[in-house]
């Protein structure tokens, strides 16, 4: 009898016919906490991506997903996948896979659809869940290449809480610094370099042998975040053209992949911890005061306030909208959005907190009335103490509204004694962009954690040359006593001599004083 098989039998048929292989997607994790800087980030990656097509998914705790709104804005990204109401560790985890397997099924009608995937989590979701959802080897999430989980750490916070004893009570941080592969230390740019070191001590104490990196405003190489290589370009050869788009390809498995084993050990080990937050989204259908604004970021924020971020529009401004943020050591971020001078004017801030709190108690706070005369003579005081400082120059906008030039002080940092004659030679002579000096000037300023809120704005002036052109300046309302108002000057000169040495300090002086 003969037992021989024919092992290519049907070979043709099977491999001709066989259904192609579906893909995986290679994906990176974003964890941090409330305000470290995690959409910066994802921001920064969409930048300089090149020709990568990345899709981004984005948890956000508060009802509404206002990192999303941004991040689309750009118009970067293949594809945006909305996370909102929860948290993707728990309350949306069912939403979560269902959004990630739509994507995937998107993927295999178009192959080159997208190249990587995104995930930002929210700053109150346990990375570990997260992650070991991710490295599932059955069922939907399977196709998933988890390559890193990034956790983004401001680097201030860090560095002041371990050297106060007080970091590692916080147990949701020390869980998604423990469950990172790359750990950004951001926010340098507003942290003192002991302090880093203290951060960095932190980190490798609770996770040892972690990569670390101390970035600013999450500026790092694509190739630290995700696994891609250039490609393309001859060797030994660089490119200086701005406008070249450089091409990345993604890596196949490599050493440097996650090890899921490490990934369960660590978290049946450590076991996963997840904070108890709530949001509350406060919309005033009318423009706020930004007097009664800065007295409520003062003096009557809710206790136990994480995080703020969202839109808002002031009523001595009613033609500009902001966006806002507040975030760890009570930081400040306000900028202009450009480009909505058509736009209905509108406020919408998503708060979370360690408790509950109405809408209804945050327009009392926000909506109640202010008094005109007293803030008018706090301006005045403020403008005549700026003119007289040769830091500044007092700006005046005549077409400007009558509440705006009452209730606000508008004024620019320019550093150079004898005033605005001689910052047009200065434009001229060494290209001083006194704009983005003043642009540098006001970010620091609300980073410092004073709870002074400075409004940037842009508006038509004249140049001291008579010469129509855009201003850049700053806008305060200074509601505090005389005394509080010369040690806030007097911080407001520190920060300056900061940025001036930053901007003016490549010019020498001439004898003659110039």
């Given at each position: 009898?003969?037992y021989?098989?024919?092992?290519?039998?049907?070979?043709?048929?099977?491999?001709?016919?066989?259904?192609?292989?579906?893909?995986?997607?290679?994906?990176?994790?974003?964890?941090?906490?409330l305000?470290?800087?995690?959409?910066t980030?994802?921001?920064?990656?969409?930048?300089?991506?090149?020709?990568?097509r990345?899709?981004?998914?984005?948890?956000?705790?508060?009802?509404?997903?206002?990192?999303?709104?941004?991040?689309?804005?750009?118009?970067?990204?293949t594809?945006?996948?909305?996370?909102?109401?929860?948290?993707?560790c728990?309350?949306l985890?069912?939403?979560?896979?269902?959004?990630?397997w739509?994507l995937?099924?998107?993927?295999d009608?178009d192959?080159?659809?997208?190249?990587?995937?995104?995930?930002?989590?929210?700053?109150?979701?346990?990375?570990?869940?997260?992650a070991?959802?991710?490295?599932?080897?059955f069922?939907?999430?399977?196709?998933?290449r988890?390559?890193?989980?990034?956790?983004?750490?401001?680097?201030e916070?860090?560095?002041?809480?371990?050297?106060?004893?007080r970091?590692?009570?916080?147990?949701?941080?020390?869980?998604?610094?423990?469950s990172?592969?790359?750990?950004?230390?951001?926010?340098t740019?507003?942290?003192?370099?002991?302090?880093?070191?203290?951060?960095?001590?932190?980190?490798?104490?609770?996770?040892?042998?972690?990569?670390i990196?101390?970035?600013?405003?999450g500026?790092?190489?694509?190739?630290?975040?995700?696994?891609?290589?250039?490609v393309?370009?001859g060797?030994?050869?660089?490119?200086?053209?701005?406008?070249?788009?450089?091409?990345?390809?993604?890596?196949?498995?490599?050493?440097r992949?996650?090890?899921?084993?490490?990934?369960?050990?660590?978290?049946?080990?450590?076991?996963?911890?997840?904070?108890?937050?709530?949001?509350?989204?406060?919309?005033?259908?009318k423009?706020?005061?930004f007097?009664?604004?800065?007295?409520?970021?003062?003096?009557?924020?809710?206790?136990g306030?994480r995080?703020?971020?969202?839109?808002?529009?002031?009523?001595?401004?009613?033609?500009?909208?902001?966006?806002?943020?507040?975030?760890?050591?009570?930081?400040?971020?306000?900028?202009?959005?450009?480009?909505?001078?058509?736009?209905?004017?509108?406020?919408?801030?998503?708060?979370?907190?360690?408790?509950?709190?109405?809408?209804?108690?945050?327009?009392?706070?926000?909506?109640?009335?202010?008094?005109?005369?007293?803030?008018q003579h706090?301006v005045?005081?403020?403008?005549d103490?700026?003119?007289?400082?040769?830091?500044f120059?007092v700006?005046?906008?005549?077409?400007?509204?009558?509440?705006?030039?009452?209730?606000?002080?508008?004024?620019?940092?320019i550093?150079?004694e004898?005033k605005?004659?001689?910052?047009?030679?200065?434009?001229?002579?060494?290209g001083?962009?006194f704009?983005?000096m003043?642009?540098?000037?006001?970010?620091?300023?609300?980073?410092?954690?004073?709870?002074?809120?400075?409004?940037?704005?842009?508006?038509k002036?004249?140049?001291?040359?008579?010469?129509?052109k855009?201003l850049?300046?700053?806008?305060?309302?200074p509601?505090?006593?005389?005394?509080d108002?010369?040690?806030?000057l007097?911080?407001?000169r520190?920060?300056?001599?900061?940025?001036?040495?930053?901007?003016?300090?490549?010019?020498?002086?001439?004898?003659c004083?110039?």
């Amino acid at each position: 009898m003969d037992y021989s098989a024919n092992l290519f039998m049907r070979y043709e048929e099977k491999t001709a016919f066989r259904k192609p292989k579906k893909k995986s997607i290679p994906t990176v994790l974003i964890t941090g906490c409330l305000g470290a800087g995690k959409t910066t980030l994802v921001n920064h990656l969409l930048e300089s991506k090149g020709d990568l097509r990345l899709a981004v998914a984005v948890n956000d705790f508060s009802e509404k997903n206002f990192d999303t709104e941004m991040l689309r804005k750009s118009g970067k990204a293949t594809k945006m996948i909305d996370l909102s109401k929860g948290c993707i560790c728990c309350s949306l985890s069912d939403g979560f896979k269902d959004a990630v397997w739509e994507l995937l099924e998107e993927s295999d009608r178009d192959l080159a659809d997208v190249d990587y995937l995104v995930i930002e989590s929210s700053g109150v979701t346990d990375p570990l869940l997260v992650a070991s959802t991710l490295d599932e080897r059955f069922g939907k999430m399977s196709r998933i290449r988890l390559d890193q989980v990034v956790c983004v750490v401001d680097a201030e916070w860090l560095g002041i809480a371990w050297g106060q004893g007080r970091a590692k009570a916080n147990k949701l941080l020390m869980s998604q610094i423990r469950s990172a592969d790359v750990v950004l230390l951001n926010k340098t740019d507003l942290c003192p370099h002991a302090t880093l070191g203290l951060a960095k001590q932190a980190v490798n104490e609770v996770a040892p042998g972690v990569h670390i990196i101390a970035c600013c405003q999450g500026k790092v190489g694509l190739s630290t975040i995700l696994e891609v290589e250039i490609v393309g370009a001859g060797e030994g050869t660089v490119s200086h053209d701005p406008s070249e788009e450089v091409m990345y390809a993604v890596k196949g498995a490599s050493e440097r992949l996650r090890g899921k084993k490490n990934l369960m050990e660590n978290c049946l080990s450590n076991g996963a911890t997840h904070g108890s937050f709530t949001s509350c989204l406060f919309a005033p259908k009318k423009p706020i005061s930004f007097p009664a604004f800065q007295e409520h970021i003062r003096r009557t924020l809710p206790q136990g306030t994480r995080r703020i971020k969202g839109e808002i529009s002031f009523a001595e401004l009613p033609k500009a909208r902001f966006i806002f943020q507040l975030s760890g050591n009570n930081r400040v971020d306000l900028m202009e959005e450009m480009g909505n001078e058509m736009l209905h004017p509108s406020t919408s801030l998503a708060y979370i907190l360690d408790h509950d709190v109405s809408a209804i108690d945050l327009n009392k706070q926000m909506l109640r009335p202010v008094d005109s005369g007293e803030i008018q003579h706090l301006v005045g005081v403020m403008k005549d103490l700026l003119k007289k400082d040769p830091w500044f120059e007092v700006l005046e906008f005549p077409d400007t509204a009558t509440a705006a030039r009452d209730g606000l002080a508008f004024f620019r940092l320019i550093g150079i004694e004898g005033k605005a004659g001689k910052i047009y030679e200065f434009e001229r002579l060494y290209g001083i962009d006194f704009n983005a000096m003043n642009m540098e000037y006001v970010a620091l300023l609300n980073g410092c954690g004073d709870t002074h809120v400075f409004l940037p704005f842009q508006a038509k002036g004249v140049s001291s040359a008579g010469i129509p052109k855009t201003l850049q300046g700053l806008a305060w309302t200074p509601r505090i006593s005389h005394e509080d108002l010369d040690r806030c000057l007097q911080r407001m000169r520190e920060v300056a001599a900061v940025v001036c040495k930053r901007h003016l300090g490549h010019i020498r002086r001439c004898n003659c004083g110039f």
